[in-house]
């Protein structure tokens, strides 16, 4: 056995195996080691931690890392996998998919996604995080698996059973701060360079940047490669502070291109960005980054605003009369525009006769949007189920890739709030603190907000699997499945074709012109009449007009 680490700060390296210390040689800026065990940390200056490239920390992210090999047995071996493309997302949390929150009872729910019509289905974080239960964006050990969630080998068999299935996996990974425990690197050299809202950020451009660049590029290479994923959902790109002439996503992009090249399957990027800039899922040849595809908060929030009325924060601007139609056909509605909410102008437009639609997600609930209220209500608890199949059939007749967050195909009654679990009773009461405090100032209540270290906002927050036929919520279940079918059975539902895309909007009811189908939506209180044309698919009860909050999809004749 070798043991090898990165660090250029110390003046010596021990490695600890199996509760054993021996020296270490180095060679450079690396350490090398020919111990033999199993368990094993690295010593500077008489204290122990877990290796920053670990892959397996079966005691948490304090205590010693573990040798894990990569010899699990796949039955994926004539998987394919899936282009972006005509795709269908679904967002989950493995910590509360399930009333077990683990890789093994996900597995057993993945039927229902096929049967659902999904596509793509994409992992919330599951990277080493401190505690046992939490959002998984506080990591801080970005190689190994969670182990309350089934460890290494877990998420190994939950990638092979979606492959089985079908269905391809995208994992969310963070590479823009590191968690506020157990975040060691700075021990062993330059990994840091300031910090950003969430914590500490990576030296990506300073002084001994270039392993700190590859550290991120080989962990990303490694969930593609060694755990079959499918693609990464890249965490707050905007935060990533990197001034080389080369962007860490683009040096990203072509790696990932040259593995997918080898592993003759597609593989796919998609960033969550606050930049309102198309620059990133332009093709590199266009001088763009070349990721596959970017979330569009935007297309959220003038949704939101058009279904709920809510104008606080940053949804104020989307409540400007033509918002939605706008953001629907342009992608951003902050497109070089005064964006109130940010104090000045944000955005660049997209051009929409080069940049195909599907490189933009669309979604009308996803974790932030819903999680990062103050009560994690989602939307069912506010609009009408009416609305709610509106909603649906905006995004899923859309020429955008649809993305659905876990329990929204059936309008579930579970909220899904803010938790975590840091054991440090001092870290534990400055988060509780800290989101009561945010929240007050917005008018609520400290008593109104969840405790997010109370087990009891995790059990709140895990989907009721019983519900899932009963009344409203099975309606809700049958028009989803309905959208995604007709989606995928009219050619034109999926075009991603942005200049052919026209959207009218007649005070609250639109119209959604997708070749010879037209997908009216009636949002407010008053009966429309209904264009010529065979009815495809209708929420409403009365053929000739549309009832008030319904949708309905009219072929042409």
């Avoid at 040798?67 to 998987?79: K, L, P, Q, S």
């Avoid at 870290?427 to 008018?443: D, W």
């Amino acid at each position: 056995m070798s043991f090898s680490v990165w660090a250029p700060a110390p003046e010596s390296v021990h490695v600890r195996v199996d509760g054993v210390d021996q020296e270490m040689k180095r060679d450079g800026d690396w350490w090398f080691s020919d111990a033999e065990g199993t368990d094993y940390a690295f010593v500077i200056e008489g204290k122990a931690y877990p290796d920053p490239r670990s892959l397996w920390q079966p005691a948490g992210v304090h205590e010693a890392s573990r040798v894990y090999r990569h010899d699990f047995e796949w039955t994926d071996g004539a998987w394919t996998g899936r282009p972006l493309q005509g795709g269908v997302i679904y967002e989950l949390h493995i910590g509360t998919f399930t009333p077990e929150g683990t890789f093994d009872a996900a597995i057993g729910r993945l039927d229902h996604l096929v049967d659902l019509g999904i596509t793509f289905v994409e992992v919330m974080p599951v990277n080493s995080f401190d505690g046992v239960e939490g959002w998984g964006y506080d990591g801080v050990l970005w190689g190994a698996v969670h182990e309350p969630y089934g460890g290494p080998d877990g998420f190994k068999r939950f990638v092979d059973a979606c492959h089985a299935r079908g269905l391809a996996v995208l994992l969310d990974v963070v590479y823009n701060h590191l968690g506020p425990s157990g975040a060691y690197l700075d021990r062993f050299g330059p990994y840091f360079a300031g910090r950003n809202d969430w914590g500490p950020g990576l030296n990506l451009d300073g002084p001994g940047s270039d392993e700190v660049r590859r550290y991120v590029l080989d962990n990303a290479l490694q969930w593609l490669r060694d755990f079959h994923v499918d693609g990464l959902r890249l965490d707050a790109v905007h935060a990533l502070a990197d001034q080389r002439a080369v962007h860490v996503l683009e040096e990203l992009a072509v790696e990932v291109d040259a593995l997918s090249a080898s592993l003759g399957r597609p593989l796919t990027l998609i960033a969550e960005s606050d930049l309102n800039d198309a620059k990133l899922v332009t093709a590199r040849e266009g001088g763009g980054y070349g990721l596959q595809a970017q979330w569009s908060d935007d297309l959220h929030h003038a949704l939101h605003v058009a279904l709920t009325g809510e104008t606080f924060g940053y949804y104020e601007d989307f409540a400007a009369p033509g918002a939605l139609k706008n953001t629907l056909e342009k992608v951003f509605f902050h497109a070089g525009t005064w964006s109130s909410f940010r104090e000045k102008h944000h955005g660049k437009p997209v051009d929409t006769a080069l940049i195909p639609g599907y490189r933009f997600l669309a979604y009308s609930q996803n974790h932030d949007q819903i999680g990062n209220r103050a009560t994690g209500d989602r939307l069912s608890a506010s609009v009408s189920t009416g609305k709610l199949l509106c909603a649906a059939a905006i995004v899923l007749c859309s020429p955008y890739t649809p993305m659905i967050f876990m329990g929204e195909e059936w309008a579930a009654s579970t909220p899904w709030q803010f938790f975590a679990s840091f054991p440090d009773p001092g870290l534990a009461e400055a988060v509780r603190t800290g989101r009561r405090r945010e929240f007050s100032r917005h008018g609520w209540g400290e008593s109104d907000v969840p405790d997010p270290m109370s087990p009891q906002t995790v059990e709140n927050s895990r989907l009721r699997w019983d519900e899932v036929r009963e009344g409203d919520h099975g309606v809700v279940l049958d028009t989803y499945r309905a959208l995604i079918a007709l989606r995928r059975s009219r050619p034109e539902l999926a075009d991603p074709r942005l200049d052919r895309f026209v959207v009218e909007q007649d005070g609250e009811c639109l119209v959604l012109h997708r070749g010879t189908t037209r997908v009216v939506v009636n949002l407010s209180t008053s009966p429309v009449p209904l264009p010529q044309g065979d009815v495809l698919l209708t929420s409403s009860a009365i053929p000739s007009s549309l009832s008030p909050e319904s949708f309905a999809v009219v072929a042409s004749t």
